[in-house]
């Protein structure tokens, strides 16, 4: 029931497209309901370049740098005793690391040290900083691939689309450089993205054959096995973006969309109660093709070289039909020459020309 | 063509002139300040100490009082008198003849500082008194406090008045340890008693500076001096390769406590792998667990030369700006060291 209806919505406002006019009565031409209904929709592939900027804090812990590792621990307001629980990789699964024991190994009783005046060794030990003045920032960039089906109703779009990112890391760099610290290094270089999204759109903007369409996704990032999901919270992300599209035809459209997204994420620190709030947003450019899937078939006969929409009788079943001349991703009612393939295959060359022929 | 490719030589030598002349100018600062000390100095000396000579190192010295003959090679154990000042400004330590003993130091291993001292005292022999000009970049660099302003000039005058050998001072330290004992009755031998002939026996008339538990041993050797104070179990000792938790108070000879290890926060080491001093481990390698005793250590076994530093009562500023290491703050050149131990369970 639900089904037939939307088919009857969807067939009314079909209607409107028709606009070749026929010396046969409209109702008397077949018209496909399949594609009547799947015409309504658009699918959209793209791909490009993402950007995220992960950035940080450590307020409510210490950081603590050997000259080999780096740590953070719960300030609890108290100074750091002798020996305290240390947690690494705080940016996707903090862990706890061993045991850090905070020893001055040149204080007593440990064994004295020779030439100790100035003695380079000395500056060997655990650098203890309020987590407040520790900050870290990096980049990492992927490669999406998107897929979107997107139903049309006038200007108007509404989707679901899915993403998949490969994506690499960087290293995050200390915001402040006066204190020593060196660049966060991640425990993984190389992560795969996979997010779900809704999509709604408003085509603000045509001209000539292209068009602007202001796009909002809402929807979640899955970040894959290297952030400990257990300790993930994580929020939704709002992409907003424009979509400039130019329309080869009526059913085929290239595409670029550059967008940012505003996420963030949460990871909480084991037995601590407390958690760390990660900024991830993304800058994208991403393109591709769009597709709309034509209300008609192109002609079943190989000889037919009518250029235009076109009718076509079923010479078994007497059956008239609309159909095309073109493929979809040519103009389907050219003017003369618009579609040639010698002025498409020099269409750059002959950009300036008036009468290029 | 040929010409062409000069032609664009030409910026990139001047490039590489540049960077050089730029790389150069990153030293100079450096060197700026000694030569600003250098003047600075030299005119300080024309005005009221002409006879100062200048050595290679940076330093000035002037002979105040000279012997005829004696010794000094690097590597010595000096006693000195000193008294030390800002040059044209404040006096900043001293430690004057006839009212306190001379400090002990080991010339020529870095454990001297102001640096420019150690090679001031290279220059000396036994009895001699010099007058040191010591440069900022040898004595406190850009260090500053409320006494010793930035890039000071020091001066130093020095009276070495004895020059020791290893020897000695461990037989010194040694006749120290046994007065100490003495002083403190310490051994359950030593008790105050009186021989009452009517009852025939010796009679404890002060029970109270008794000593609990065995005498002092001495540990030939390891040339320490041990006491337990209390027992612990039986047979548990610590063995090698197992770590060992103690906690302690480390004082001096003259009762000063320069650390604290409160039994609630104890410090377990790795046993017998000369992580802490060589003295203090020997003294758990004869304990058994939950043991109480007393360690003394000569320097010889704990700190030895430690780090002798001018003004004395800053070195805490020397720590933290670690140019030198934070027992040298707790633990004067040649001290000999207690340790009053409990060897604990490991947690």
Same mark, same amino acid.
């Given at each position: 029931m639900?089904?037939?209806?939307?088919?009857?919505?969807?067939?009314?406002?079909?209607?409107?497209?028709?606009?070749?006019?026929?010396p046969v009565d409209p109702d008397d031409i077949y018209r496909s309901p399949v594609r009547a209904v799947l015409n309504q929709f658009s699918i959209t592939v793209t791909t490009g370049y993402n950007s995220t900027k992960y950035s940080h804090n450590l307020d409510g812990f210490w950081f603590l740098q050997s000259t080999t590792d780096q740590y953070i621990t719960p300030n609890t307001g108290e100074p750091l005793g002798t020996s305290f629980p240390a947690y690494q990789n705080w940016f996707n699964n903090p862990s706890l690391a061993d045991t850090v024991e905070l020893t001055d190994i040149y204080d007593v009783p440990y064994a004295p040290l020779s030439s100790p005046v100035n003695n380079p060794a000395l500056s060997q030990g655990l650098d203890t900083l309020d987590g407040n003045v520790v900050g870290f920032e990096g980049r990492g960039w992927g490669v999406p691939i998107n897929l979107g089906v997107r139903y049309?109703?006038?200007?108007?779009?509404?989707?679901?689309?899915?993403?998949?990112?490969?994506?690499?890391?960087?290293?995050?760099?200390?915001?402040?450089?006066?204190?020593?610290?060196?660049?966060?290094?991640?425990?993984?270089?190389?992560?795969?993205?996979?997010?779900?999204?809704?999509n709604l759109g408003y085509r603000f903007y045509d001209f000539w054959d292209w068009s602007f369409a202001g796009e909002l996704e809402i929807g979640k990032q899955k970040m894959g096995k290297n952030w400990n999901s257990s300790l993930l919270n994580q929020s939704i992300f709002f992409n907003l973006g424009v979509s400039i599209e130019k329309?080869?035809?009526?059913?085929?459209?290239?595409?670029?969309?550059?967008?940012?997204?505003?996420?963030?994420?949460?990871?909480?620190?084991?037995?601590t109660g407390l958690s760390i709030k990660h900024k991830n947003p993304t800058f994208r450019v991403n393109f591709g093709v769009s597709?709309?899937?034509?209300?008609?078939?192109?002609?079943?006969?190989?000889?037919?070289h009518v250029q235009l929409k076109h009718l076509y009788t079923d010479p078994q079943t007497g059956r008239v039909e609309e159909v095309r001349g073109q493929?979809?991703?040519?103009?389907?009612?050219?003017?003369?020459?618009?579609?040639?393939?010698?002025?498409?295959?020099?269409?750059?060359?002959?950009?300036?020309?008036?009468?290029?022929? | 063509m040929i010409s062409n490719t000069k032609i664009f030589h030409l910026p990139i030598a001047l490039v590489v002139l540049l960077m050089l002349s730029c790389c150069g100018d990153t030293d100079e600062p450096v060197s700026d300040q000694d030569v600003a000390d250098q003047a600075t100095i030299e005119a300080y000396l024309a005005e009221?100490?002409?006879?100062?000579?200048?050595?290679? &190192?940076?330093?000035?010295?002037?002979?105040?009082?000279?012997?005829? &003959?004696?010794?000094?090679?690097?590597g010595n154990i000096m006693s000195i008198f000193y008294s030390a000042a800002i040059m044209g400004g404040s006096e900043i330590d001293n430690i004057t003849k006839g009212e306190e003993d001379s400090v002990m130091l080991k010339q020529g291993v870095d454990a001297i500082y102001p640096v420019g001292l150690d090679i001031g005292l290279s220059l000396m022999k036994e009895g001699e008194t010099f007058r040191f000009y010591i440069p900022s970049s040898l004595a406190y660099g850009d260090y500053s406090s409320s006494l010793i302003p930035e890039n000071s000039i020091i001066v130093i005058e020095v009276e070495v008045a004895a020059i020791h050998n290893v020897a000695d001072i461990i037989d010194?330290?040694?006749?120290?340890?046994?007065?100490?004992?003495?002083?403190?009755?310490?051994? &359950?031998?030593?008790?105050? &008693?009186?021989?009452?002939?009517?009852?025939?026996?010796?009679?404890?008339?002060?029970?109270?500076?008794?000593?609990?538990l065995d005498s002092v041993e001495y540990l030939i050797s390891d040339q320490i001096y041990f006491k337990r104070q209390s027992e612990g179990t039986a047979g548990n000792m610590v063995i090698g390769g197992e770590s060992a938790t103690i906690s302690y108070i480390g004082t001096t000879l003259s009762g000063d406590e320069f650390d604290r290890r409160p039994f609630a926060t104890p410090l377990t080491y790795a046993f017998g792998t000369g992580e802490i001093i060589e003295g203090l481990d020997a003294g758990i390698s004869v304990m058994e667990r939950n043991e109480e005793a007393l360690i003394i250590i000569p320097s010889h076994k704990a700190y030895g030369e430690s780090v002798f530093v001018i003004p004395r009562f800053i070195k805490q500023d020397f720590v933290d700006l670690e140019i030198i290491p934070q027992y040298a703050a707790k633990v004067n050149p040649y001290e000999v060291v207690i340790f009053e131990t409990t060897l604990q369970n490991n947690p």
């Open positions: 639900k089904l037939r209806l939307i088919l009857y919505i969807t067939l009314l406002f079909s209607a409107v497209a028709q606009a070749q006019e026929y049309n109703y006038q200007k108007f779009r509404v989707g679901l689309g899915l993403g998949l990112e490969f994506h690499t890391i960087k290293s995050l760099s200390p915001t402040r450089d006066d204190l020593g610290i060196r660049n966060y290094e991640p425990n993984f270089k190389k992560a795969v993205f996979f997010s779900y999204y809704l329309n080869l035809s009526e059913y085929f459209r290239i595409v670029i969309k550059p967008s940012y997204d505003f996420k963030n994420y949460g990871i909480s620190v084991p037995e597709i709309t899937i034509p209300e008609l078939r192109r002609s079943p006969m190989k000889s037919d493929p979809i991703w040519k103009k389907q009612n050219p003017k003369v020459g618009e579609n040639h393939r010698k002025l498409w295959r020099y269409k750059f060359k002959n950009r300036k020309k008036l009468n290029p022929y | 009221n100490d002409s006879l100062a000579e200048a050595h290679e &190192s940076g330093i000035y010295y002037v002979i105040v009082d000279t012997v005829p &003959s004696g010794t000094q090679a690097a010194d330290q040694h006749d120290q340890i046994e007065e100490y004992i003495e002083v403190q009755k310490l051994d &359950s031998t030593i008790i105050d &008693s009186v021989f009452n002939s009517t009852l025939n026996e010796w009679v404890h008339t002060d029970t109270t500076l008794f000593h609990p």
